[in-house]
């Protein structure tokens, strides 16, 4: 029996940071209740779908979840429980913003059942999360780690996030320091994106924001890696590093083709080979819920083309790198586009798996664009048959 997680989504945040593309509301902590009602009937209304043992995570994100009351949450978890099972050992995270915690909720978390929590730290240095625009300082972040630790919480990922711009390679080096003291069992390293439809994209399209250039954000994202795996982290995601054991189950399942339930506005799910997802749109999640109606807004089933495309797209995310068929293998080996990729020392072919190289992990997206291409290419060569003979 296959495995399955779960996701639940929390829109709500004291503030939008102003790089922050995710599905949030700000100033709604009256709909707190009403909100945890509804997670709790939609979860009641889904099949049960895990295996006997249970689902063998649960990641509670946002958002920030730690906006309800302990409470709340509890009564969600509850309900996780009832109606999917959670197996025995199975990872529970929370996702939690430092300004938003104090010492006595991290050890309600840890009561209720949290067992791994992700703690958006971002930086070390006030000046980085000025830039970006945080409602918490350096000490804060620090004081929610110990906090977490002095909770009991044995298994801590801290996020970060680097190429703030305005911010130097030494600040990215104190954060990294910081970060290796503290030896959280996780990190999650993330080049600033520029999302569709946020302040800092307005500003960077206006001129009012620098933006980092690629060699730059390339000489951080290295320093990092090279930072985090000297310090003894397996660096087994493009973006996450980990102690030995302690890769995120939950996220690993998602690189991987795990397949994931998905409740709360804009959660996204994969059962069966299919993917669907929940209208994006807080007062209308509400009100498909307490009327008894799916919250769904949308769903697919990729054709096989397109999920080779994304496994291969994921996979070459992951240290194991991806599996190939027989046919695909050779295929590949035949296509000029792969050989100069494997030439040009991006990637490797290792028996029945291609892995990125130390080379290709910088410049993933674009090898991984090209690999791609070149598998849609196969797929269009198996549809049209073999070539004509030259006559
Ligand atoms: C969904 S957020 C939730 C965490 C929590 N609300 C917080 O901000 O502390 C998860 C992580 O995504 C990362 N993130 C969000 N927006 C980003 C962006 N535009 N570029 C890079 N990383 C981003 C941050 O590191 C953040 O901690
Ligand atoms: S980065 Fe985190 S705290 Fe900031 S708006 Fe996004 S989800 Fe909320």
Same mark, same amino acid.
């Given at each position: 029996?296959?495995?399955?997680?779960?996701?639940?989504?929390?829109?709500?945040?004291?503030?939008?940071?102003?790089?922050?593309?995710?599905?949030?509301?700000?100033?709604?902590?009256?709909?707190?209740?009403?909100?945890?009602?509804?997670?709790?009937?939609?979860?009641?209304?889904?099949?049960?779908?895990?295996?006997?043992?249970?689902?063998?995570?649960?990641?509670?994100?946002?958002?920030?979840?730690?906006?309800?009351?302990?409470?709340?949450?509890?009564? $969600?978890?509850?309900?996780? =429980?009832?109606?999917?099972?959670?197996?025995?050992?199975? @990872? !529970?995270?929370?996702? %939690?913003? +430092? *300004?938003?915690?104090?010492?006595?909720?991290?050890?309600?978390?840890?009561?209720?059942?949290?067992?791994?929590?992700?703690?958006?730290?971002?930086?070390?240095?006030?000046?980085?999360?000025?830039?970006?625009?945080?409602?918490?300082?350096?000490?804060?972040?620090?004081?929610?780690?110990?906090?977490?630790?002095?909770?009991?919480?044995?298994?801590?990922?801290?996020?970060?996030?680097?190429?703030?711009?305005?911010?130097?390679?030494?600040?990215?080096?104190?954060?990294?320091?910081?970060?290796?003291?503290?030896?959280?069992?996780?990190?999650?390293?993330?080049?600033?994106?520029?999302?569709?439809?946020?302040?800092?994209?307005?500003?960077?399209?206006?001129?009012?924001?620098?933006?980092?250039?690629?060699?730059?954000?390339?000489?951080?994202? $290295?320093?990092?890696?090279? =930072?985090?795996?000297?310090?003894?982290?397996?660096?087994? @995601? !493009?973006?996450?590093? %980990?102690? +030995? *054991?302690?890769?995120?189950?939950?996220?690993?399942?998602?690189?991987?083709?795990?397949?994931?339930?998905?409740?709360?506005?804009?959660?996204?799910?994969?059962?069966?080979?299919?993917?669907?997802?929940?209208?994006?749109?807080?007062?209308?999640?509400?009100?498909?819920?307490?009327?008894?109606?799916?919250?769904?807004?949308?769903?697919?089933?990729?054709?096989?083309?397109?999920?080779?495309?994304?496994?291969?797209?994921?996979?070459?995310?992951?240290?194991?790198?991806?599996?190939?068929?027989?046919?695909?293998?050779?295929?590949?080996?035949?296509?000029?586009?792969?050989?100069?990729?494997?030439?040009?020392?991006?990637?490797?072919?290792?028996?029945?798996?291609?892995?990125?190289?130390?080379?290709?992990?910088?410049?993933?997206?674009?090898?991984?664009?090209?690999?791609?291409?070149?598998?849609?290419?196969?797929?269009?060569?198996?549809?049209?048959?073999?070539?004509?003979?030259?006559?």
């Amino acid at each position: 029996m296959k495995s399955l997680g779960l996701y639940a989504h929390f829109p709500f945040c004291p503030c939008r940071c102003p790089y922050c593309g995710f599905t949030v509301v700000t100033g709604k902590d009256d709909l707190h209740e009403r909100y945890a009602t509804a997670l709790c009937n939609e979860l009641e209304a889904i099949a049960r779908l895990a295996p006997a043992e249970g689902l063998a995570s649960v990641f509670f994100g946002g958002g920030t979840p730690t906006r309800l009351e302990p409470r709340l949450l509890e009564r $969600i978890l509850t309900t996780v =429980r009832a109606s999917q099972g959670i197996a025995v050992g199975a @990872e !529970i995270t929370v996702e %939690a913003n +430092p *300004g938003t915690t104090d010492a006595a909720r991290y050890a309600d978390l840890r009561q209720i059942g949290f067992n791994r929590i992700s703690i958006g730290a971002q930086s070390f240095f006030d000046q980085g999360l000025r830039l970006l625009g945080r409602d918490h300082t350096a000490a804060d972040a620090l004081g929610a780690f110990r906090a977490s630790r002095k909770a009991g919480f044995d298994n801590v990922n801290l996020d970060l996030i680097f190429s703030i711009p305005g911010a130097t390679d030494e600040d990215w080096r104190r954060t990294l320091d910081v970060v290796v003291d503290l030896r959280p069992e996780h990190i999650s390293t993330y080049a600033l994106t520029l999302e569709e439809g946020t302040s800092f994209q307005r500003r960077a399209r206006s001129g009012d924001l620098p933006v980092v250039c690629e060699d730059d954000d390339a000489r951080q994202y $290295i320093g990092g890696l090279e =930072r985090l795996t000297a310090a003894g982290y397996e660096h087994y @995601e !493009i973006s996450n590093f %980990a102690l +030995p *054991g302690r890769r995120s189950r939950h996220n690993w399942a998602y690189w991987t083709g795990g397949e994931y339930l998905g409740v709360g506005v804009s959660a996204h799910r994969y059962v069966d080979g299919r993917r669907s997802w929940n209208t994006k749109d807080l007062p209308d999640y509400l009100a498909q819920v307490e009327a008894g109606s799916s919250p769904t807004e949308g769903g697919e089933r990729l054709d096989p083309a397109a999920a080779t495309s994304e496994r291969v797209w994921l996979g070459l995310r992951t240290c194991e790198g991806v599996k190939l068929g027989r046919v695909e293998r050779e295929g590949l080996a035949a296509k000029r586009r792969m050989t100069d990729l494997v030439r040009g020392g991006f990637v490797q072919l290792e028996g029945d798996r291609m892995k990125l190289t130390g080379k290709g992990i910088p410049v993933a997206d674009a090898v991984s664009v090209e690999i791609v291409t070149v598998i849609e290419d196969l797929a269009r060569d198996a549809q049209r048959g073999p070539d004509p003979p030259v006559p």
